[in-house]
Nanobody, 112 residues
C-alpha cells in the first residue's frame, strides 16, 4: 500500500513562491504517473498538475500554466511542485496523488 506525505505549505503573500514536496513509500514510485491536486474551501477537489513515469511529461491545468512546475526524483521517491507568482485563488489544501491514493495534504494560504 502506497503512503504519501506532503510538506512545504504555508502562508505567503500574493506574488510569492512556495515549493511543495511529497514523499512516497510502499510502492514502486518510478512506475507511476503522479499528480498534484488541491481543494479550496467550499470547492471540489481540483487537478493541478501531472507528471509521467517515464519521460516525465508534464501537464497543467490552465490556471497554473507558466506559474507552477511539477517535477520528480525517482531515486528519492519524491514529487515536487514549485509554485511561483502565487495568487489568492491558489489558496487550498494541496495533495499529491498516486492512482486513487493521496496524502493528508498541506495547506497553502496566499494572502496579504
Amino acid at each position: 500500500e502506497v503512503q504519501l506525505e506532503e510538506f512545504g505549505g504555508g502562508l505567503v503573500q500574493p506574488g510569492g513562491s512556495l515549493r511543495l514536496s511529497c514523499a512516497a513509500s510502499g510502492s514502486p514510485f518510478k512506475n507511476y504517473h503522479m499528480r498534484w491536486v488541491r481543494q479550496a474551501p467550499g470547492k471540489d477537489l481540483e487537478w493541478v498538475a501531472g507528471i509521467g513515469s517515464g519521460s516525465g511529461s508534464e501537464t497543467y491545468t490552465d490556471s497554473v500554466k507558466g506559474r507552477f512546475t511539477i517535477s520528480r526524483d525517482n531515486a528519492k521517491s519524491a514529487l515536487y511542485l514549485q509554485m511561483n507568482s502565487l495568487k489568492p485563488e491558489d489558496t487550498a489544501v494541496y495533495y499529491c496523488a498516486l492512482r486513487a491514493s493521496r496524502g493528508r495534504g498541506t495547506q497553502v494560504t496566499v494572502s496579504s
